[in-house]
T-cell receptor, first 111, second 117 residues
């Protein structure tokens, strides 16, 4: 049982480039979410999904897109990366809003 | 809007001693969940303990326990017999019910715990 997996672990982008952070879970959880973690600011919710085909914005959604075509996968897209998006990104999943299980995180640097 | 406040950016404790990390939150909801997560240097977020607001009894997990004061909107974490492996960043989190069966988690800014040998 792999739990929540994220790829890549590290990524460096240039301003304006696009990329997709991958997140997958094998626990059949309906709830998935993306957070960013910045020094001194804790974790802030970017987008979340309560099931396949259903997504909604969190606290800091600007500059990010998501989709949920399957229960297992919840990719996060950066369409045009900016230095302000330099951060550590976490994906999490849970069942019925219970305890969230987190992936190992992706450290993204935008130059 | 709901908020979670951790007023102690950093705490230190001597090995084998007890330490308490503070967390307060602001909400008008009556039904919610509270969590403490640990983040060691590996960056992995690990659940330490959770508390349902409707339960009056304080949650306990081995050396970790909480003091949940619903009226005061306080949710502190007590670590007994501190060990070197407890050194980490600790985050308090609140789960609020949202529209149409959704919910959102709100995290505090974290408390860095140092354990001194």
């Amino acid at each position: 049982n792999a739990g929540v997996t994220q790829t890549p672990k590290f990524q460096v982008l240039k301003t304006g480039q696009s990329m997709t952070l991958q997140c997958a879970q094998d626990m059949n959880h309906e709830y998935m979410s993306w957070y960013r973690q910045d020094p001194g600011m804790g974790l802030r919710l970017i987008h979340y999904s309560v099931g396949a085909g259903i997504t909604d914005q969190g606290e800091v959604p600007n500059g990010y897109n998501v989709s949920r075509s399957t229960t297992e996968d919840f990719p996060l897209r950066l369409l045009s990366a900016a230095p302000s998006q330099t951060s550590v990104y976490f994906c999490a999943s849970s069942s019925q809003g219970d305890t969230q299980y987190f992936g190992p995180g992706t450290r993204l640097t935008v130059l | 809007a709901q908020t979670v406040t951790q007023s102690q950016p950093e705490m230190s404790v001597q090995e084998a001693e007890t330490v308490t990390l503070s967390c307060t939150y602001d909400t008008s909801e009556s039904d919610y969940y509270l969590f403490w997560y640990k983040q060691p240097p590996s960056r992995q977020m690990i659940l330490v303990i959770r508390q349902e607001a409707y339960k009056q009894q304080n949650a306990t997990e081995n050396r970790f326990s909480v003091n949940f004061q619903k009226a005061a909107k306080s949710f502190s974490l007590k670590i007994s017999d501190s060990q070197l492996g407890d050194a980490a960043m600790y985050f308090c989190a609140y789960r609020s019910p949202g529209p149409s069966g959704t919910y959102k988690y709100i995290f505090g800014t974290g408390t860095r715990l140092k354990v001194l040998a």
